[in-house]
C-alpha cells in the first residue's frame, strides 16, 4: 500500500471516530459523527481528513456522504479495538451506544448504563457485543450495563417499579424512553426535580 505522504496521528477525536465508524456497518454522515461523540464539526472535519489520506476511512456514498471504516485496511480491526480500550470505559461505552444502530435507547446514570436494543440487524448486533465485550475485558471496573430488547425493556420497567424509578431519573443519551415509562405518557405528573 503506498503511502500517502501524510504521517498519521490521531488524536482524541480520531479515535472516537474509529471507535463509531466500528460500530456503523453502513457508515455516519459528519454532522451524525459529530454528534455522537460531542465535538465540533470542523474538528471532526480534520480528523476525518487525516483518517481518509491514510486509507483508514473512505466515503462510502456521496448524497449525503456517509464514512465508513476501510473494509481493506489491514490495520482495521486492531485500530478499533485499541480506540475501543483506549480511552475511559464510561466514554468508550457511551460512543458505541450512540453510533450502534441496534440501540434504540440508551441512559446513564451512577449505577452504570440501561441500554434497549433492537434485534435484527446481525452486524450491528456483533459489532455491539464484540467491542462492549472488549471494554468489560480490558476494564474490569467498566460501568455496568442492563442491556435487553427494547420490548422487554418496555415490559419489565412497567412492572419493576426499581427499574422503572431508575430509567426516568437517568440521562438519556440516544432515543427517547420507551413508550408508557415517560411520565408526560402515563397520566402521572412529570417529577419537578
Excluded: C
Aim: charged share 20%.
Amino acid at each position: 500500500m503506498p503511502s500517502s505522504g501524510r504521517r498519521l496521528t490521531l488524536s482524541p477525536i480520531g479515535f472516537d471516530i474509529v471507535l463509531a465508524l466500528s460500530q456503523a456497518p453502513v457508515g455516519l454522515r459528519l454532522a451524525d459523527l459529530a454528534h455522537i461523540i460531542g465535538s465540533p464539526v470542523s474538528s471532526v472535519q480534520t480528523a476525518l481528513r487525516i483518517l481518509i489520506s491514510n486509507k483508514l476511512v473512505e466515503r462510502v456514498s456521496s448524497d449525503p456522504p456517509h464514512y465508513a471504516l476501510a473494509k481493506d485496511h489491514p490495520a482495521r480491526d486492531e485500530l478499533a479495538s485499541l480506540a475501543t480500550v483506549l480511552p475511559d470505559a464510561a466514554h468508550a461505552i457511551g460512543v458505541i451506544l450512540r453510533a450502534n444502530p441496534s440501540v434504540r435507547y440508551a441512559a446513564v446514570d451512577s449505577y452504570g448504563f440501561l441500554v434497549a436494543e433492537r434485534p435484527g440487524d446481525r452486524g450491528a448486533g456483533e459489532a455491539l457485543d464484540h467491542h462492549l465485550g472488549l471494554v468489560a475485558g480490558a476494564r474490569p471496573e467498566a460501568p455496568s450495563l442492563v442491556r435487553m430488547s427494547e420490548d422487554e425493556f418496555g415490559r419489565i420497567a412497567r412492572v419493576a417499579l426499581g427499574l422503572r424509578a431508575r430509567a426516568r431519573a437517568a440521562l438519556t443519551i440516544k432515543g427517547r424512553l420507551p413508550a408508557g415509562l415517560r411520565a408526560d405518557e402515563s397520566g402521572e405528573p412529570a417529577s419537578a426535580s
